[in-house]
């Protein structure tokens, strides 16, 4: 079994997970909060560079927060 067979938004309309604007994705954050699989997804779109959708409680915009973060800690 993988991580996203265990994914809270398995079933879901996959459209609640490309919002429009900050403000619809909400919805999907709401969604990825109590997912046990949470960080494994996040991870999964991190180093994959996903650049549309929520993945792991991220948006696209703070998904490129995180990396900026931590390549700047890398370089630190």
């Known amino acids: 079994m993988k991580w ?3 994914g809270a ?3 879901l309309d996959a459209a ?3 919002p ?4 619809e994705a909400q919805v999907a954050k ?4 109590g997912c046990s699989v949470q960080s494994a997804c996040l991870e ?5 560079r996903e650049r549309a959708g929520v993945w792991g409680g ?3 915009r703070d998904r490129r927060r995180i ?4 390549r700047r800690i890398a370089s630190a």
């Open 44 to 48: 999964h779109a991190l180093e994959r």
């Open 16 to 18: 609640i997970f490309y």
């Open 9 to 11: 938004c398995r079933g």
């Open 30 to 33: 709401s969604v990825c909060e």
């Open 4 to 6: 996203w067979d265990l």
């Open 20 to 23: 429009d604007d900050e403000d």
């Open 67 to 70: 990396i900026r973060r931590r």
């Open 58 to 60: 991220a948006t696209e």
